[in-house]
């Protein structure tokens, strides 16, 4: 057994929340493939751990590394 366990975060409204953005916010960024996330059945799924890399990486700097 997997002694680690995924931590999902089920739902638009409850990915929005996890990413501090607004329903029709969220729903822009799901459809448009900018956040990692899926579609099961009617109803979009994210890994926590990734929807914060992702926020993460689109807030750093561009920076050169010499």
Not at 32 to 52: H, I
Request: charge should be positive; hydrophobic fraction near 45%; proline fraction near 5%.
């Amino acid at each position: 057994m997997n002694s680690q366990a995924i931590d999902l975060v089920w739902g638009a409204k409850a990915i929005g929340l996890e990413i501090n953005r607004s329903p029709r916010q969220t729903y822009w960024l799901l459809e448009s493939g900018r956040v990692p996330a899926k579609k099961v059945g009617d109803q979009w799924v994210a890994e926590r751990g990734k929807l914060r890399a992702a926020l993460v990486g689109e807030a750093a700097p561009d920076t050169e590394v010499a």
